[in-house]
């Protein structure tokens, strides 16, 4: 079973613009982290936020966490081609031990 | 530092074949974790280790089997290799917790003939 679900599958938005990708999940969790895959390639990890957090930046990444709503968003501001990939939302919950447990992905495509 | 390192990179196997595939770091991570990936889906956890001498069960770990007896090195074992084990298989590793921040090798893409 998939712990984090990511809405949209797929998103497709012109060069410049933002795009926004959004998890769910469903018990509550330690971390939750949002991690990239450039078409066949391993995954790289982008960030980590902890529950106590609300919301983090890095570079042009804007990630927060609802634990009330058991939610998440990535937002990628003025997206690049470069930019287009697979994202991932994969959580560390609380009864899950050792366990990173992953969504099914939002195929992004940020067209030139 | 290589990072985390995975052969082959592409394998080729008939039903009931036997064969391991490697996985090295050299980041002297504790945790290590092997996930295979479904065209079109997320990762789903098959086994994991959490130092040298000790492995668990993930979500999906039948038909495989694994062994961690050094730091370095995670194999990951198909006994018997059936089609719904075609999959692309990834090789992780972190410093502490498989709940931290995980480094992820290159892939290997396995058909099953």
């Known amino acids: 079973s998939q712990q984090g679900e990511e809405d949209p599958q797929a998103l497709s938005i012109q060069e410049g613009e933002n795009a926004t990708m959004n998890c769910s999940y469903k018990?509550?969790?330690?971390?939750l982290q949002w991690y990239r895959q450039n078409s066949g390639r391993g995954l790289v990890h982008l960030i980590l936020?902890?529950?106590?957090?609300r919301e983090k930046h890095s570079g042009r990444l804007r990630v927060t966490l609802d634990t009330s709503k058991k939610s998440s968003s990535l937002l990628i501001t003025a997206s690049r081609a470069a930019d287009t990939a697979s994202y991932f939302c994969?959580?560390?919950?609380?009864?899950?031990?050792?366990?990173?447990?992953f969504g099914g992905g939002t195929r992004l495509m940020v067209k030139p | 530092n290589a990072g985390v390192t995975q052969t082959p990179k592409f394998q080729v196997l008939k039903t009931g074949q036997s064969m391991t595939l490697q996985c090295a770091q050299d980041?002297?991570?504790?945790?290590m974790s092997w996930y295979r990936q479904d065209p079109g889906m997320g990762l789903r956890l098959i086994h994991y280790s959490v130092g040298a001498g000790i492995t668990d069960q993930g979500e999906v770990p039948n038909g495989y089997n694994v062994s961690r007896s050094t730091t370095e090195d995670f194999p990951l074992r198909l006994l018997s290799a059936a089609p719904s084990q075609t999959s692309v298989y990834f090789c992780a590793s972190a410093p502490g917790s498989g709940g931290e921040t995980q480094y992820f090798g290159p892939g290997t893409r396995l058909l099953v003939l």
């Open positions: 936020i902890r529950s106590n957090e």
């Open positions: 018990t509550s969790i330690n971390n």
């Open positions: 980041m002297n991570h504790e945790y």
């Open positions: 994969a959580t560390d919950a609380d009864d899950a031990g050792n366990m990173l447990t």
